[in-house]
């Protein structure tokens, strides 16, 4: 149902920006999360953007680094990463859930892999 991708090699103090975008569904109506895990890791919660638009949370380790956003026009949720680090070396998901704000995932994304690296 969901589609991240955008991920790539990139190197330490880089950017990359994610999109997560919907087949079936309209992401206007849906609260969207970005989780990641690393190699080895359990899958972590980083990131949730409201249903609004007007609200969004994210893991203390990426705020000020990470703003996710949304276009519903475009049907698309963004994860902007600036400033990346070799510990965000990770595969990427989105999920959305039809509510203000963001839950378990109703509907999950394929991941892209974001590799940080000199």
């Known amino acids: 149902q969901l589609q991240a991708s955008g991920g790539g090699l990139v190197q330490p103090g880089g950017s990359l920006s994610l999109s997560c975008t919907a087949s079936?569904?309209?992401?206007?109506?849906?609260?969207v999360a970005w989780h990641r895990q690393a190699p080895g890791k359990n899958r972590e919660w980083i990131a949730c953007i409201n249903r609004s638009d007007d609200d969004r949370a994210y893991l203390e380790s990426v705020k000020g680094r990470f703003t996710a956003s949304r276009n519903n026009a475009e049907n698309t949720v963004y994860l902007q990463m600036d400033s990346l680090k070799p510990e965000d070396t990770a595969v990427y998901y989105c999920?959305?859930?039809?509510?203000?704000?963001?839950?378990?995932?109703?509907?999950w994304g394929e991941g892209t892999l974001v590799t940080v690296s000199s």
């Open positions: 999920a959305a859930d039809e509510t203000e704000w963001c839950g378990v995932g109703v509907y």
């Open positions: 079936t569904v309209s992401l206007r109506y849906y609260a």
